[in-house]
Structure formats: structure tokens, C-alpha cells
């Protein structure tokens, strides 16, 4: 199957600094790319729909200044955590979609661990 | 808010033995997916059945679909220890951007050896 990578796979920075998560379709290319958010022993939240060329469409509750998604190219999306504090610590993960044997599948990249202290 | 809801929380059982978990959701969907992670990990797609279908298969996992009562349900059969991680069902609405999925809470399976 297609293969998303991430990385970092975990940062620990210090609050107030800004954090820059990469996301890359390695064998495929990928117009849509998701971010997603995930607390310990919790669900993953879907956080926003990167669109290759265009904005980013963010889900409601989601601040648009403080996680910016920029989606370069069909194989990079990036997600920048901007000014972080504690509260932002949480395993964040990416997915992209490619199109096998006719059915859509997401494929989920390794995610990406924050720490904020 | 979150479209999946599983059902059991946690599930531990012996190896050998069949595991089943329930998924329910609240709109219409155009497929449900199941994915499961391993602790810390990223989420691996197991199986997607569409609106329109009742019941696949794939190796030990059967999954079933009831759109009249908006629940689905993962059986892993025959299970083993290294089946043990948390299993998501992720719905696909009907109206909303392809490939936007949402997720339950996820089911915690632990296999015993």
C-alpha cells in the first residue's frame, strides 16, 4: 500500500516557539491531505482538510492562525503549531488519500508526538 | 463533534478466542472504515465497507454494516496476541468533502496468550 511519512516523529520545545510538522505521500501524489489531532487514550479529532493550491478547510473550533496548514505540493502538506503552549501537546497525524483498485483509501502517516513545556 | 461511538471501551480476552466490537454513528455515511493503532503509533486501514453494502470479509476480520440502525461491527476471529491494539471505526459522510473521516473513540482490545 501507499506510504505517508511525517517527521518530526516527536518535538519537545519550548512554549511561545513555533513547531513545523511535515507530512509526505512517498509513492503517491495526494491533492488532499488531513490533519488530525489525537489526546492520550482518546479519539483522533479531525483538525482541517489541506488542499493542494488552495486553503486549508479548518473544523469548527479550530483556530486557523494558531495551526497553519500549508499544502506546497502534491506530496507535502506542512502543519506549523504557532506560538505553542502546554495545551497543544498531543500526538498529531496526517493522512492522505490515494485511489487503489478503484476504492479511495486513506493512508495514515506515523504521527508526529508534541511536546510542549 | 465526532461521528463514530464504539462500543465495548475495552475488550480483553484469550488468544484463540473471537473478538467483536460495535460501532454506531448518527448521519448518513458514504462508507465506514475500520483502522487500528498500535499504542503510539499511526493507524493502519483494515477494511472499508460502503452504505450499500451489508457484510465483508478480509482474512480473520468480518465486518457488517446496518445502515437502519447506523451500527457496524468488526469481529476478528481466531485472534492472537499481536492483534491487541486499539480498533477506530471512521465514518465517510454523506455531503461532506471526500475522505473526511470521523472517528469513535476506538475499542482497546488486549490479547491474552
Known amino acids: 500500500g501507499a506510504v505517508v511519512s511525517q517527521h518530526p516523529s516527536r518535538v519537545i520545545c519550548k512554549s511561545g516557539t513555533s513547531v513545523k510538522i511535515e507530512c509526505r505521500s512517498l509513492?503517491?501524489?495526494?491533492?488532499?491531505m488531513f490533519w488530525y489531532r489525537q489526546f492520550p487514550k482518546k479519539s483522533l479529532m479531525l483538525m482541517a482538510t489541506?488542499?493542494?493550491?488552495?486553503?486549508?478547510?479548518?473544523e469548527q473550533g479550530v483556530e486557523k492562525d494558531k495551526f497553519l496548514i500549508n499544502h506546497a505540493s502534491l506530496t507535502l502538506s506542512t502543519l506549523t503549531v504557532t506560538s505553542a503552549h502546554p495545551e497543544d501537546s498531543s500526538f498529531y497525524i496526517c493522512?492522505?488519500?490515494?485511489?487503489?483498485?478503484?476504492?479511495?483509501?486513506?493512508?495514515f502517516g506515523p504521527g508526529t508526538r508534541l511536546l510542549v513545556l | 463533534s465526532q461521528q463514530g461511538e464504539e462500543d465495548p471501551q475495552a475488550l480483553s480476552i484469550q488468544e484463540g478466542e473471537n473478538a467483536t466490537m460495535n460501532c454506531s454513528y448518527k448521519?448518513?455515511?458514504?462508507?465506514l472504515q475500520w483502522y487500528r493503532q498500535n499504542s503510539g503509533r499511526g493507524l493502519v486501514h483494515l477494511i472499508l465497507?460502503?452504505?450499500?453494502?451489508r457484510e465483508k470479509h478480509s482474512g480473520r476480520l468480518r465486518v457488517t454494516l446496518d445502515t437502519s440502525k447506523k451500527s457496524s461491527s468488526l469481529l476478528i476471529t481466531a485472534s492472537r496476541a499481536a492483534d491487541t491494539a486499539s480498533y477506530f471505526c471512521?465514518?465517510?459522510?454523506?455531503?461532506?468533502?471526500?475522505?473526511?473521516?470521523?472517528f469513535g473513540r476506538g475499542t482497546q482490545l488486549t490479547v491474552w496468550p
Open positions: 493522512s492522505a488519500s490515494d485511489w487503489d483498485r478503484g476504492q479511495e483509501t486513506q493512508y
Open positions: 509513492d503517491f501524489q495526494a491533492t488532499t
Open positions: 489541506s488542499n493542494e493550491g488552495s486553503k486549508a478547510t479548518y
Open positions: 448521519t448518513s455515511i458514504n462508507n
Open positions: 465497507i460502503r452504505s450499500n453494502e
Open positions: 471512521a465514518t465517510d459522510t454523506r455531503g461532506s468533502t471526500l475522505g473526511r473521516l470521523y
